[in-house]
């Protein structure tokens, strides 16, 4: 299977194949004008890994911008209950005059894996990224799974990805898939934890 790391161009947190990311074709860099084979919101890999993208990424803790990773938080989300949340410091919001029943949170996390994050491309989504977290730590995204190459019945969906992801021809398989309904599929890099999202078009 095709991976940026086969080509030497590493992403800590992107470990699918490339054609599951959301790049941009061969042409030339904005900032250096290199010629590139693959860029990265038209920018060459070397210029998009120092982080001269403006680019923002959605999570499961709210939206990241290259201002709030320097803060070392997302943008966040509405909580009714903060109390309930106990692996990660909140921050509210000040309160909208306008939704006074409504509070947001940020979340904080460590400035520097959220600028990693931001740092690695982002995956083809039917509805748009929702990147997830464990230990505190973005997960490595390792692919997007249609849901007709899994068994109706049998083992849950979650032991049937982890198969996917261990058999070394699951990319292929999934190439000739056409289903809408995609499982995004994640692993913890502290703990080796499984998890995924999935939404349709």
Same mark, same amino acid.
């Given at each position: 299977?095709? &991976? $940026?790391?086969?080509? =030497?161009?590493? $992403? @800590?947190? $992107?470990? @699918? +194949?490339?054609?599951h990311a959301a790049i941009d074709g061969a042409g030339e860099c904005i900032r250096c004008g290199s010629r590139s084979i693959f860029r990265f919101h038209d920018l060459c890999y070397s210029c998009f890994r120092n982080g001269l993208s403006n680019t923002v990424i959605d999570t499961e803790l709210g939206m990241v911008t290259a201002e709030l990773a320097e803060s070392g938080m997302t943008h966040g989300l +509405?909580?009714?209950?903060? @109390?309930?949340? !106990?692996?990660?410091?909140?921050? +509210?919001h000040p309160v909208d005059p306008k939704f006074p029943d409504e509070t947001w949170f940020h979340f904080h996390a460590d400035p520097d894996l959220l600028k990693e994050l931001l740092r690695t491309p982002k995956y083809h989504t039917w509805?748009? %990224?929702r990147w997830l977290f464990c230990c505190k730590h973005p997960m490595v995204f390792r692919g997007s799974l249609p849901s007709d190459v899994f068994a109706a019945s049998g083992? &849950?969906?979650?032991? =049937?990805? !982890?198969?996917?992801? %261990?058999?070394p021809d699951w990319s292929r398989t999934v190439g000739d898939s056409h289903d809408s309904h995609t499982y995004y599929a994640f692993t913890c890099g502290s703990c080796g934890r499984l998890r995924y999202h999935e939404d349709c078009d």
């Open positions: 299977m095709d &991976t $940026f790391d086969n080509l =030497q161009l590493p $992403f @800590a947190l $992107f470990k @699918a +194949p490339i054609a +509405p909580l009714s209950d903060p @109390a309930k949340i !106990r692996d990660y410091k909140l921050t +509210p509805q748009g %990224e083992p &849950t969906i979650e032991s =049937q990805i !982890r198969i996917f992801l %261990e058999s």
